[in-house]
């Protein structure tokens, strides 16, 4: 039996394809399938991790509410348990991971708080999900209304459901599909590339071989001219080249007898070409002598007549062409000095001795009208016979600006001497061009020696607090395009050293077509005016010193009259044994509460002052915002509304300082409206601000702070950020003084507008921050029994150390003081010798004239990394108090404080 071969495939590249694809798919479909499997293993694992992470992410801020809670004793308040609850399920009820990942709560009897899968209780498909969270292990696999999903969940105690994170199984195992899709578009291109393969055999060996049989067929029947067509690569073409060569030498033959006919024929033609070139050229140059619009004419060198002129001659002067053949060069001038006849005869000796010369001249036409010529004359030689060709331009209109122009300058220049302002201007490359009068004795420049000069070398400005450099007003105005002032506190260093204030601005200057051509800087001494601006302003603070001082002692002597009438009673009353404990105990309390506004208004003189430095931070304002005001507004009848911009920017601030300006301010809006109103706070960014004075622009943060309430008059407006400064009744006067102290230390801006009856509006301004946004921690007491422990406390204040060491005392502890840093480090050092160490270490801040807490609790590190310091001082707003931890200590307690701080702090390492 014959095996018979469809006619399809008795083409060997058609069984090589076939061949080739079967091999193709026998390897790669097994391993397509294997990859499939352990992508699938891959995907539910990872996936299920990621899930859960995220999960542990989204419980981890509610976790943070109840250790706040417990911290603050507030563990049992219902209202609060509550708010955080319900806190939490709106933040989860908000959250979508990917597409269709949500989040669901489960009460532990079956209760639905958040679902996004199931309404109904009693459903079928609930039961079966309520029993695989009971009855199983996270993560689960479910299904509802046939789409099946995948989750992961965990017991959450305080609110006694199930948490967790649901996500379609087709979105978790989507990069499974794009595995398969990705190989199976990788076969298709294997099996592509063995076509092509295929299809480069018949094109580079196939059908070469065709067309060479083809090509010795045709000239083995005398087709001579005839061509191999197609290309041939390697042996194919060596083959090709040889049939070639063959057949040129017998075409070579058959054609040297027509070439000799050929070049007879060729001969001839020649003659006639030439003949028809001469005639073009002749009427080439007739052409493009005429078509200039400019003069040409030919001189005789030694007569200076006019022997040919073009048709630009013709037009220019008047005159026909057989007019001017018939003049001389003088006769075609203005015809006096210095453009007679003499000069005319000097031009043309100058162009016969130099080749070429190129002048100004002054023409006159036919009528008799005087123009301005540019002429350029040359010599040339055509036979045995020089001449002088001479190209002449009209330029009368120019010249005639160029003129004009020389005028105006020499008025602008004149202008510029006279005004009393100095003036620099600029090119594009920033370099001086021009200084008036003015600015030549501020600078110490003169124009002549300035003029090519960078402007920041002639102009030489420092800022006056600093003393670095400014930046140089040409290069600001030259990037931006636009009109800058540099402000105040600027001063010019003239080339002697002589420093004055000035005020400047820069602007740029414009062509007509409005592109950018320069700079132009205009400045003056202002030394005189700042100097009585500065006297001004000396008194005015002198006055301020004087209202602050006034209330700081006003303050201080209520509080301490407060402070001893209630020890003094108390000690009188336990002489004369009249008061029972009660009663002294009570008196007692009373100075302890004096003792605290005391406290509160030293905290807020310190945050006036420039010792309450802020420690900041890059930090998002709408929750700052957002807890500060409803601080402040919970319990009364006025309303807030916020407006916060969605893309807002994080700004460059210290929570707890920005936190105090928003409540002060809303704390204000409350109290003038204490039947009720409403308060509207926007947050919005801000381009190209200067929220600093003096300041660059830069990106900003505007908050924007309005109330409906009686408003304030212009005088209360003027004064309203003076310390002790107060319009209302009860006022202190230090609310609105140190918000202004917080922003102005920010390098921000705050301002107020206040219309009488309709309102007040706060604005701030602060700078955008650049890191990335933080969140402070909130360290947590640590549970579990109390223990004694051994404490060496370092205070140079001896009352300090008598009072604070029976504290510790009467807290169980046993206490050994000191009195200054290098003692303590010794001490400790001692103690660790003899194996009975310190627990803990208690370091006042500052020492003076002695090692302070910071350098000793470096020197204590040295000698026990695991040391436990505790800092203290009155500078609450100090930046180590701030930052603590990256100094070293583990926690830290301001002065004054009682009883109840210092054991607070002590039983948050345990004691």
């Known amino acids: 039996m014959v095996l018979r071969i469809p006619p399809p495939l008795r083409s060997v590249r058609t069984l090589f394809l076939l061949g080739m694809t079967i091999l193709i798919l026998v390897l790669s479909l097994p391993l397509l399938y294997s990859g499939i499997r352990i992508m699938d293993s891959l995907i539910e694992q990872y996936g299920m991790e990621l899930l859960a992470g995220e999960l542990q992410a989204r419980i981890a801020p509610v976790e943070r509410r109840y250790e706040t809670l417990y911290r603050v004793g507030l563990e049992d308040s219902q209202v609060h348990l509550q708010e955080i ?38 459903s079928t498909d609930f039961k079966k999900f309520f029993a695989l969270l009971t009855e199983s292990d996270s993560p689960i696999v479910y299904r509802v209304d046939g789409v099946e999903k995948r989750a992961v969940f965990q017991y959450y105690k305080p609110w006694d459901s199930y948490v967790g994170l649901s996500m379609e ?30 299809q480069g055999l018949q094109l580079y060996l196939v059908t070469p071989l065709i067309n060479l049989a083809e090509f010795v067929s045709r000239v083995r029947t005398g087709d001579y001219q005839a061509r191999p067509v197609g290309s041939y690569v390697y042996e194919l073409g060596m083959l090709k080249n040889d049939i070639i060569a063959m057949v040129a030498t017998l075409r070579a033959r058959m054609k040297e007898r027509e070439l000799q006919l050929r070049r007879i024929r060729e001969r001839e033609e020649e003659l006639s070409q030439t003949l028809e070139v001469l005639q073009e050229k002749e009427q080439r140059y007739r052409t493009i002598y005429n078509a200039p619009s400019d003069a040409i004419v030919i001189h005789d060198p030694e007569t200076a007549a006019l022997l040919d002129v073009n048709r630009g001659a013709v037009e220019m002067f008047g005159y026909s062409p057989d007019e001017l053949k018939e003049m001389t060069f003088a006769e075609i001038s203005q015809g006096s000095s210095p453009y007679g006849m003499d000069e005319a005869r ?77 003036v620099i201007t600029t090119d594009l490359e920033g370099q001086v061009v021009l200084l008036n009068r003015v600015a030549e004795e501020l600078t110490g420049w003169t124009e002549e020696e300035a003029r090519g000069w960078p402007l920041s070398e002639v102009l030489a400005i420092v800022d006056e607090r600093s003393g670095d450099p400014r930046p140089d007003p040409a290069t600001e105005v030259l990037k931006s395009g636009k009109m800058i002032e540099l402000g105040n506190h600027v001063v010019l260093v003239a080339r002697d050293g002589t420093r004055r204030s000035i005020a400047d601005s820069a602007a740029p200057i414009h062509d007509p077509e409005h592109n950018l051509v320069g700079v132009v800087v205009v400045f003056r001494d202002v030394t005189e005016k700042y100097r009585m601006e500065q006297e001004l302003l000396k008194v005015k603070k002198l006055e301020s010193v004087g209202v602050l001082a006034g209330g700081i002692a006003h303050d201080f002597n209520n509080i301490l009259a407060a402070i001893l009438g209630n020890i003094s009673l108390a000690r009188a009353q336990l002489d004369t044994g009249d008061g029972g404990a009660s009663s002294v105990g009570e008196l007692l309390i009373q100075a302890e509460k004096a003792a605290e506004q005391a406290r509160n208004l030293a905290t807020q003189l310190l945050t006036f002052s420039r010792g309450g430095e802020p420690v900041k931070q890059t930090a998002l304002i709408p929750e700052i915002i957002r807890e500060a005001a409803g601080f402040i507004l919970r319990g009364s009848s006025v309303q807030c509304q916020f407006d916060f911009a969605p ?212 020197r204590l590190l040295e000698l026990d990394p695991e040391a436990r310091i505790i800092v203290s001082s009155g500078y609450s707003n100090d930046p180590v108090m701030a930052e603590y931890r990256r100094y070293g200590f583990q926690a830290a307690i301001s002065k004054p404080y009682n009883l109840e701080e210092m054991k607070r702090v002590l039983h948050s390492f345990g004691f």
């Open 169 to 198: 199984a087709a979105e978790l195992l989507a990069h499974r599909d794009l595995f398969i899709q990705i190989n199976l578009a990788v076969l298709v291109l294997v099996v592509a590339v063995a076509l092509l393969f295929t």
């Open 647 to 858: 893309d807002l920017w994080p700004a460059e601030i210290d929570p707890g300082q920005i936190s105090q300006v928003i409540q002060n301010i809303i704390l204000n809006a409350r109290q003038v409206m204490s039947e009720g109103g409403r308060i509207q706070v926007r947050a919005e960014n801000y381009e190209a601000c200067i929220a600093k004075k003096n300041a660059s622009p830069e990106r900003c943060v505007q908050i924007v702070i309005s109330d409906n309430g009686p408003g304030m008059p212009p005088e209360v407006v003027e004064k309203i950020f003076d310390p002790y400064f107060s319009h209302r009744e009860g006022g202190s006067g230090l609310g609105l003084a140190i918000c202004h102290s917080i922003i102005d230390k920010h390098d921000g801006r705050i301002s107020v507008v206040s219309i009488p009856g309709k309102g007040t509006t706060f604005t701030i301004l602060l700078p955008v921050g650049a890191g990335p946004v933080l969140r402070q921690r909130i360290d947590a007491e640590r549970p579990g029994p109390r223990r004694q422990a051994s404490i060496l406390l370092m205070d140079d204040d001896p009352m300090i150390r008598e009072l604070v060491g029976q504290m510790l005392t009467f807290l169980g502890h046993r206490v050994q003081a000191v009195s200054d840093g290098q003692e303590a480090v010794d001490r400790f050092g001692d103690a660790r010798e003899s194996g009975m160490p310190y627990d803990l270490v208690i370091l006042d801040l500052t020492i003076p004239g002695g090692m302070g807490g910071k350098e000793a609790a470096a």
């Open 346 to 422: 000097y031009w043309i000796d100058q162009a016969v001795r130099c080749g070429s010369v190129r002048f100004e001249w002054m023409g006159k036409k036919k009528d008799g009208t005087l123009f301005w010529l540019e002429v350029a004359l040359h010599s040339t030689r055509f036979g045995e016979r020089d001449y002088i060709i001479s190209v002449a331009r009209d330029v009368d209109a120019r010249k005639r600006a160029e003129l004009e122009l020389a005028r105006e300058k020499e008025q602008l220049a004149v202008t510029l001497r006279s005004i009393g302002d100095g």
């Open 85 to 122: 609850m319900d806190d939490g399920l709106r933040s989860f009820d908000a959250f979508r991971y990917k597409k269709t990942g949500t989040l669901f709560v489960i009460r532990a009897d079956g209760g639905i708080l958040l679902s996004s899968d199931f309404r109904d209780p009693q």
